[in-house]
């Protein structure tokens, strides 16, 4: 979509800038046929095994694969428009299942593998998926509920089975590995992707065909032009959530770049510096999160012999320490970006093409027309802090929810997509993030996001995490009430209390020290990593 060499204007990149003029756009075609018809040796997949073997996966064995796949669930009575769950981790079966199922015009369902029975009778219901891929774990799960499931038909199990589920290897070997896909558009529904309920029961986002190439400008530059010759790819993000399958693994196979996959069940924070040496990675998406654990390593240069050239990372921001931190011991200066599974990777930073502000998510990927906009959807002045809202029509943004139209016009006024999120932007268009606009903290007429504290009180040693919410007040409307997680060897005692009272009062403002301390052992998160404050105020 860019070119793929740093140019030093960013405004000229931004007029330069067209999407693609082609109505016909599928995306197995174009991240699997493509490179299968021109290349078909090409590695596609380096996946480590739980075991510790590794399966080096080709374009051309992806085509192979998610052709057999397609003819299966054709035979099985799926076909344009129903929707199929790919219920797996990071893993081959995970990248042709959906290569499948975008070249046969069928709806992708990701799910995590981690969900529990509540999380998939949620999701499967309400999206009526008629078919589910999956591992022997996952079949286990939807056993138990499986009463509960009408429209569920078929459960295609990736392991040998014992049950009456279908075995998906035995069951494609029998398959033509030739499949014409299915012609489709920009808007030809692809994808059900549901949102990590931060504020309320997750909603389905439907998106079209289109979305890979909305989030190619914003995935280029956070990772300063990808891609450049040697590139290598991973993320510790599962391939269910929007980060990990539309910001890794789909914008690198449409590059032909080679993604390694390897889910662990936990974040270990040494085991993923040493993958990431072991596999010569030079590209990383790091959730906030996950960088928050590696920095709990302390001083890591020369421990591990690293090749890293970038590493992206957004869902929450991250503070000016936690980068010096990463530039020093990681050696990159890491490439905060922004975006929701509404509309994902629309505002990015790019080292290479302009300089990165401390604070700031940056600027607007090339084609994403953003403006800070009042309730009403007019847009603010330079510094005014309002809504994030992104202008219609945008190939990244989202048809709607799935059976739930009065959600999805209340996301807009006119052409705006308000996002919820609060945030100011300068003179030469930096965005500055705020807070969620249910975040916003009122207290003694001040209303501020609880960002800029919770990364001044993880500048305190003390700290491990912190989540910062506002809790009702009589006299101050809200006060601030931070829930801190302790590094190890400190002790949350009234003394502690004070330290980090005065630590934000002398650093931030009066107003915005946290009146109440509270020490948990963990935070409350979705399993995308982002803190749900809405837990710790209620």
Same mark, same amino acid.
């Given at each position: ?10 405004e ?7 999407w693609?003029?082609s ?14 018809n021109s290349d ?8 480590k ?31 344009e ?12 079966e ?9 070249k046969?015009?069928?709806i ?20 009526g ?17 499986r ?7 078929q459960?295609?199990v ?8 279908l ?23 692809a ?7 931060t504020?309320?029961q ?20 956070s990772?300063n ?15 269910a ?12 196979l449409?590059?032909g ?8 069940p ?9 993958l ?8 990383l998406f790091?959730?906030p ?11 890591i ?11 992206a ?11 010096q ?16 599974t ?7 930073n ?16 090339? *084609?994403? #027309? ?5 309730? &009403?959807?007019?847009? %603010?002045?330079?510094?005014? @802090?309002?809504? /994030? =809202? +992104? ?8 048809l ?6 009065p ?21 030469q ?15 003694? *007429?001040? #209303?501020?996001g609880?960002?800029?504290? &919770?990364?001044?009180? %993880?500048?305190?040693?003390? @700290?491990?995490m /912190? =989540? +910062? ?19 190890r060897?400190?002790s949350?005692d ?10 934000v009062?002398?650093r ?7 009146r109440e ?18 837990? %710790?105020?209620?």
């Amino acid at each position: 979509m860019l070119s793929h060499q740093p140019q030093a204007d960013y405004e000229q990149l931004w007029r330069d800038f067209r999407w693609p003029s082609s109505t016909a756009y599928n995306i197995g075609v174009d991240v699997c046929d493509r490179w299968a018809n021109s290349d078909p040796e090409r590695i596609a997949l380096i996946h480590k095994l739980p075991g510790g073997g590794l399966e080096e996966v080709s374009f051309g064995q992806l085509k192979e694969r998610s052709n057999r796949l397609a003819n299966l669930l054709t035979r099985l009575g799926i076909g344009e428009g129903d929707r199929v769950a790919v219920l797996l981790g990071q893993c081959p079966e995970t990248a042709f299942s959906h290569i499948a199922i975008y070249k046969m015009a069928a709806i992708a369902v990701p799910l995590f593998s981690l969900f529990e029975r509540d999380a998939l009778l949620y999701r499967l219901n309400d999206s009526g998926c008629r078919a589910v891929v999956t591992d022997r774990i996952g079949a286990a799960k939807l056993a138990a509920i499986r009463e509960q499931l009408p429209a569920l038909e078929q459960v295609l199990v990736v392991d040998e089975v014992v049950t009456d589920e279908l075995d998906l290897r035995q069951a494609m070997a029998l398959e033509s590995d030739q499949f014409e896909p299915v012609v489709t558009g920009g808007e030809t529904p692809a994808l059900i992707i549901y949102t990590s309920g931060t504020t309320g029961q997750p909603k389905g986002a439907l998106h079209g065909h289109q979305v890979l190439l909305g989030h190619l400008p914003g995935v280029e530059l956070s990772h300063n032009f990808f891609p450049q010759p040697g590139d290598r790819i991973w993320t510790p993000a599962d391939w269910a959530w929007i980060g990990g399958l539309y910001d890794v693994l789909l914008p690198a196979l449409h590059h032909g770049v080679t993604v390694v996959a390897h889910r662990m069940p936990k974040f270990d924070p040494e085991g993923a510096l040493q993958l990431i040496a072991d596999f010569e990675i030079r590209n990383l998406f790091m959730p906030p999160t996950a960088l928050k654990l590696l920095r709990t390593l302390g001083e890591i240069r020369g421990r591990w012999a690293l090749s890293l050239r970038t590493i992206a990372s957004g869902g929450e921001p991250l503070g000016e320490e936690l980068l010096q931190w990463a530039e020093q011991q990681l050696g990159v200066r890491i490439n905060e970006f922004y975006g929701q599974t509404e509309c994902n990777m629309i505002v990015s930073n790019c080292e290479a093409l302009m300089p990165i502000r401390a604070g700031s998510m940056g600027r607007p990927a090339p *084609g994403h #027309r953003l403006a800070v906009v009042d309730p &009403e959807g007019q847009p %603010l002045g330079v510094g005014e @802090v309002g809504v /994030v =809202a +992104v202008k219609r029509p945008d190939p990244v943004m989202f048809l709607g929810y799935w059976n739930n139209e009065p959600a999805t016009r209340a996301r807009f006024v006119g052409d705006w997509m308000l996002t919820g999120d609060l945030a100011y932007q300068d003179a030469q268009g930096y965005l500055y993030f705020q807070a969620r606009d249910d975040d916003l903290i009122t207290s003694a *007429g001040y #209303r501020f996001g609880p960002g800029e504290i &919770e990364n001044c009180l %993880l500048s305190h040693p003390a @700290v491990r995490m /912190v =989540a +910062v919410v506002g809790k009702a007040d009589p006299l101050r409307t809200q006060i601030v009430k931070a829930f801190v997680v302790l590094n190890r060897g400190y002790s949350g005692d009234t003394e502690l209390v004070s330290a980090l009272q005065a630590h934000v009062k002398t650093r931030l403002a009066p107003h915005e020290y946290p009146r109440e301390v509270a020490f948990v052992e963990s935070l409350p998160m979705t399993v995308t990593g982002k803190i749900i404050r809405r837990a %710790l105020r209620e």
